[in-house]
């Protein structure tokens, strides 16, 4: 069964940084593509950041250079760095992932993990 669960969320002022991490369960023979969403109040889900098994990652254009998305698949984790964080950052963040590359809908999510950028 495969799981994903979020931690790192939280507070944090304009410039700060959080890191937040998914940590998965149940992919024990191959490494899926794990993606980072975010959605804001008011706002419909975004696509934040995205990491193929082989470890080519994307993002959209708000968060490059910001962001840093990577995965240790000895922990079974993937992280997102973000750095000079700005209030329209803020949102709930979801990790998720699906078999095969990163194009295409997700299969499994976590419950998401809060992170507020105050100015």
């Known amino acids: 069964q495969v799981q994903l669960a979020e931690s790192g969320g939280g507070s944090v002022q304009a410039g700060g940084s959080l890191r937040l991490s998914c940590a998965t369960s149940?992919?024990?023979?191959?490494?899926?593509?794990v993606g980072w969403f975010r959605q804001a109040p008011g706002k419909e889900r975004e696509e934040v950041a995205t990491?193929?098994?082989?470890?080519?990652?994307r993002y959209i254009d708000s968060v490059k250079g910001r962001f840093i998305i990577s995965q240790d698949k000895a922990k079974k984790t993937v992280a997102l760095q973000m750095n000079s964080l700005k209030p329209e950052d803020t949102g709930m963040y979801s990790c998720?992932?699906?078999?095969?590359?990163?194009?295409?809908?997700?299969?499994?999510w976590g419950q998401g993990t809060q992170v507020t950028v105050s100015s």
């Open positions: 998720a992932a699906r078999w095969g590359p990163c194009i295409g809908a997700f299969s499994y």
């Open positions: 149940g992919f024990t023979y191959s490494w899926p593509c």
């Open positions: 990491i193929e098994g082989s470890g080519r990652p």
